[in-house]
Nanobody, 124 residues
Framework: QVQLVESGGGLVQAGGSLRLSCAAS???????MGWFRQAPGKERNFVAA????????GYADSVKGRFTISGDNAKNILYLQMNNLKPEDTAVYYC??????????????????WGQGTQVTVSS
């Protein structure tokens, strides 16, 4: 029903910025959305989330104040603006969609659709 494709990852120096995009196809209306990341040897961790109305947001403590989640509903694109990047932000970043209303949701198990991921590497 839903396909998600991330883009915008790359290599940046500490303190730099990146904007990740997640293009959605299929029905995404009233779907809560989120961003997660997974570093080598680590579990997939919550980064940021948006409720199904695109109104309420939630952030991991480690990125709060630096990252901003937003969506362009008309274009079916989810964004993650990442500022003041740190080496510990290095990971594969995934966007996700939940097949339910409500949110924001903070756990991977609450999401039903996932993109392939995009690599973000922050050098020191």
């Amino acid at each position: 029903q839903v396909q998600l494709v991330e883009s915008g990852g790359g290599l940046v120096q500490a303190g730099g910025s990146l904007r990740l995009s997640c293009a959605a196809s299929g029905r995404t209306f009233r779907f809560a959305m989120g961003w997660f990341r997974q570093a080598p040897g680590k579990e997939r961790n919550f980064v940021a989330a948006l409720d199904f109305n695109g109104q309420s947001t939630g952030y991991a403590d480690s990125v709060k104040g630096r990252f901003t989640i937003s969506g362009d509903n008309a274009k079916n694109i989810l964004y993650l603006q990442m500022n003041n990047l740190k080496p510990e932000d290095t990971a594969v970043y995934y966007c996700a969609a939940a097949s339910r209303v409500g949110g924001p949701y903070f756990r991977p198990m609450e999401y039903d659709y996932w993109g392939q991921g995009t690599q973000v590497t922050v050098s020191s």
